[in-house]
């Protein structure tokens, strides 16, 4: 749960830090400004962290990123901070780093919207089929007993009411199945 978290914010955290970054404001009042909140869980991180800093327990900016590398889950977040911890111990260009993750962030979300979009090309007709055609043969299959005559001329069928109740189990099945292919479509959902 918390990596879903991570992914669905990052590339905002990542631009409005390069936004801030780039108009002068600093690293320290960056993450403050993360901090505040907006991002989820990314804002909880960079608040507690901030807090610890103002208490004097942290022991640095530096050890405080470091200790939240391992804490973190999905790799985009994970190198959004060693990004911070290098930039904070060997001075880097830390806009034009921001500006490039961001890039590759935004790549990486397209590509998988995209695959999400192709797993669910067939979904719509899918459901389409089980809704409507499904329906219709078990009403025929309904009526059948009802249009053929019961006197045992050729084949025989079960009562009316036995019949009923197949149907009324036949869309029961039906409303669950596309249930089920519509939870599965969710699931397959990349939360961005």
């Known amino acids: 749960m918390r990596e879903l978290e991570e992914k669905r914010e990052l590339l905002y955290v990542i631009r409005t830090m390069d936004v801030l970054m780039s ?25 507690s962290m901030m807090k610890r800093l103002r208490k004097g327990t942290g ?33 880097t260009d830390l806009v034009e780093t921001l500006k490039k993750q961001g890039a590759r962030m935004e790549e990486d979300r397209s590509a ?13 007709e899918t459901l389409l089929s089980i809704g409507m055609i499904g329906p219709i043969i078990l009403a025929i299959v309904g009526l059948i007993p ?8 050729l ?15 036949g869309l029961l099945v039906t409303l669950v199945c596309m249930a089920l292919i519509g939870l599965k479509a969710h699931t397959k959902d990349p939360g961005l």
Do not use: W
């Open 59 to 91: 022991g640095g900016i530096d050890k405080e990123l470091k200790s939240m590398m391992k804490t973190a889950q999905s790799s985009g977040y994970k190198r959004l901070l060693n990004t911070l911890y290098t930039n904070v111990t060997q001075n």
């Open 23 to 47: 108009s002068g404001v600093g690293l320290e009042a960056a993450l403050h400004t993360i901090g505040r909140g907006g991002y989820g869980i990314i804002s909880e991180d960079f608040s």
């Open 155 to 169: 084949i025989s069928f079960p009562d009316a009411a036995v019949m009923s109740s197949v149907v009324n189990m």
């Open 112 to 124: 998988e919207v995209e695959k999400y979009i192709e797993t669910l090309g067939g979904v719509p």
């Open 146 to 153: 009802q249009l053929m005559p019961s006197d045992g001329s």
